[in-house]
């Protein structure tokens, strides 16, 4: 009785496998591949380093809204969070339309790939995004079943593999089966790989992995009725008794081409696997056993570029660089690809700084049923978002401040003007008083102020990043809402420059080019429009003038803008154009900046640091360009009152009979006791 239910099987298969003329799903392609069954087109396409979009936008699962959890998204700059009732060939248009994608076929293929971002527990109980290499993805047409043909995706197909829920595995059921793990044992993405259907080391605690690599097989035997379904997944099915080949369902005849996704995660960055520490990784739906792992495609293909494809036996090498219908669309993987359109739906993730929770609505599920679903609030409502983000948008131009992803490195600039992930950046206070560094929420480079009035984006360490004052800048509020941003190194200013490259150069007074517009995008009220600047919280120090210092209270002076009245009387430093000091009726401005040598003092007239000799025979003179060991001075205060101490000697600042100004003095005394006027 089985074998020839069996057969009635076969046959009700083979009937259906057979193309029909009048059916519009195959009479527009040519089937006639190749008898070779070794030839199946295959070919790798790379989606490296960067993507497109990272956060809790799904267009499939919720249109127009917050998604349950964090995605990682590769491909089209079309993407978006949608809108409720877009139809998938509406969704199809905006993505072909757009104007990049960040993988390496360009123009032909504008799909989309994303699955859930991987985190890393430490063991403060923090959650923070483990550093990965990109996607990969392997367009796998597999022979060996029937039908022995592939057609091209339809415009607006989209489908979901594996199921987020999902708790357990089953090893006769082919959903589960397509969802695996390597776990490379060698250095970094090498040595002997151990694979499993669910994290490596979920439930053995000596398993560590240098990197993970994420699989994903999507099925690819199709239904021909549908470009979606409420579930996304059944109008999709695997071939009977197989993850990748072998014959289709009758009930889904179309064989589509084969889409693998292989995620690489740099996992020998977190302790793990000494048998002690419970494995510390967790997919962003709060899943620690992986078995919840799913990705989800949107076409983007040119359908007649990728059945030429299919038929190209020069296709079969497995690169697109050999494959001849691409040769001339190919590109670096991971091109610099900004959304083209912004994205309303922003907030601190995890990307830069450990998060407090995952965010979404995702409580940690092991090993057991499949995970419940509830409601995910937007970030308004949880307290996941711990650190405070802003996008520079510059006052003249409505420019974004935008970092490179490319050499050179210093060519920061403010020319575009839709808003993507790369022009958020989280603010870390580094210092009392204001002290802040700024580090991009994606490539986390930092803001840096380098030699020549030069602005780069560099990674670095944060404990670096806090004893560097080349990272360091003071966030200044004028007037309108707009703000200065000034650097602690030397007190210039971030400058939107010619051609939209962003400077950091000394300036007489603030004007026009050194005003922007820092803009809150991580804080969003429950019809999801944002909430008004300034009143995010926790939020960077900042002053509608320099901080001010009140005298007489506390051991250090902050960074400011100060006139230096000599205690004794009415008299003042003064510095002219060229430099020169002395004590007279009327004072100069200086600006004092602070760092770990010391403090500086800049001259407001002559635009120049204040400098000692090691002798402290000569003047103090304000005239040096830059600041080094002999520019710098220390503050120690005497009841309300300060002596400045020159680091090049060890002397004193003081008034000298003929008027001047000189390191000299070895005791505190009339003429070396100043007060400092805060400006």
């Known amino acids: 009785m089985k074998s020839a239910a069996a057969a009635l099987l076969v046959f009700i298969a083979a009937v259906a496998w057979t193309a029909s003329a009048g059916d519009p799903l195959t009479d527009r392609w040519d089937l006639n591949y190749p008898k070779d069954n070794n030839y199946s087109p295959f070919w790798r396409l790379l989606c490296k380093t960067r993507p497109v979009y990272t956060g809790r936008v799904d267009p499939i699962i919720v249109q127009g809204s917050w998604a349950g959890h964090v995605h990682k998204v590769f491909g089209s700059a079309g993407f978006s969070e949608s809108r409720a009732g877009q139809t998938p060939l509406e969704f199809y248009d905006d993505i072909t339309k757009a104007s990049c994608t960040g993988c390496n076929i360009a123009k032909l293929d504008m799909s989309v790939y994303w699955h859930p971002e991987l985190y890393y527990r430490n063991p403060a109980g923090q959650y923070e995004i483990v ?51 390597a776990c490379y044992g060698g250095e970094g993405f090498s040595g002997t790989t151990y694979e499993d259907n669910g994290f490596p080391g979920y439930q053995n605690k000596s398993i560590g992995c240098s990197a993970i690599r994420l699989q994903i097989f999507f099925p690819t035997c199709w239904n021909g009725k549908d470009l979606d379904v409420p579930d996304h997944r059944s109008h999709m099915a695997y071939p009977i008794g197989d993850i990748s080949q072998g014959d289709c369902p009758a009930t889904h005849p179309y064989r589509l081409p084969g889409v693998f996704f292989e995620a690489f995660y740099n996992t020998n960055l977190y302790p793990h696997g000494d048998g002690k ?81 995952l965010p979404g609505c995702n409580n940690m599920t092991g090993l057991g049923p499949s995970a419940g679903s509830c409601k995910s609030p937007s970030p308004a409502l949880t307290d996941a978002s711990t650190g405070t983000h802003r996008a520079f948008i510059a006052s003249t131009t409505k420019g974004i401040l935008t970092p490179p992803w490319a050499e050179p490195w210093e060519l920061v600039t403010a020319t575009r003007t839709v808003m993507n992930l790369d022009n958020v950046f989280s603010i870390v206070n580094v210092k009392d008083g204001g002290i802040v560094a700024f580090q991009n929420v994606l490539s986390k480079g930092y803001l840096v102020h380098w030699v020549d009035a030069k602005v780069y984006s560099m990674q670095n360490s ?152 090691n002798a402290g025979n000569d003047r103090l003179i304000a005239n040096r360009g830059a600041a080094s060991g002999w520019e710098m001075f220390t503050f120690t205060a005497v009841g309300n009152n300060w002596t400045i101490t020159a680091k090049a000697n060890g002397k004193l600042v003081a008034k000298q009979g003929d008027g001047s100004v000189k390191a000299t003095a070895t005791v505190a005394d009339a003429n070396s006791l100043w007060y400092l006027e805060s400006i």
């Open 131 to 181: 550093k990965g290499e990109g996607l990969t993805v392997y367009y796998l047409s597999r022979r060996g079943g029937k039908p022995d043909w592939w057609i091209p995706f339809p415009k607006g197909f989209r489908m979901i593999a594996g199921d987020q829920q999902r708790r357990s595995f089953n090893k006769d059921d082919v959903r589960d089966r397509a969802i695996t793990y």
């Open 277 to 357: 520490i419970t494995w510390p990784f967790v997919l962003s739906q709060g899943d620690l056993t992986g078995y919840g792992m799913h990705g989800d495609f949107v076409t983007g293909w040119d359908e007649e570029a990728l059945h030429r494809a299919l038929h190209d036996q020069s296709c079969n090498c497995g690169n697109v660089d050999c494959c001849n219908t691409f040769k001339a669309y190919q590109q670096g993987a991971g091109a610099d690809c900004p959304m083209d359109k912004p994205m309303p739906f922003y907030e601190d993730v995890g990307m830069t700084t450990p998060i407090t929770k």
């Open 462 to 613: 944060l404990p670096e990043v806090k004893k560097n004052d080349w990272y360091h800048w003071k966030i200044v509020n004028q007037a309108n809402g707009l703000t200065a941003v000034m650097s602690v190194k030397d007190g210039s200013y971030l400058t939107l420059g010619p051609n939209g490259v962003v400077t950091c150069p000394k300036v007489s007074q603030v004007g026009a080019a050194q005003l922007w517009l820092l803009t809150d995008q991580t804080r969003w009220n429950g019809n999801n429009t944002p909430v008004p600047v300034p009143t995010f919280s926790p939020a960077p120090t900042v002053s509608s003038q320099p901080t001010p210092v009140p005298t007489g209270s506390g051991t250090e002076v902050k960074a400011g803008h100060y006139r230096f009245k000599l205690a004794s009387s009415s008299s003042y430093i003064k510095s002219d154009k060229g430099g020169v000091l002395t004590v007279e009726s009327q004072g100069t401005n200086f600006r004092v900046q602070i760092s770990n040598d010391g403090a500086t003092l800049f001259s407001d007239i002559s635009m120049k640091f204040t400098t000692a000799d």
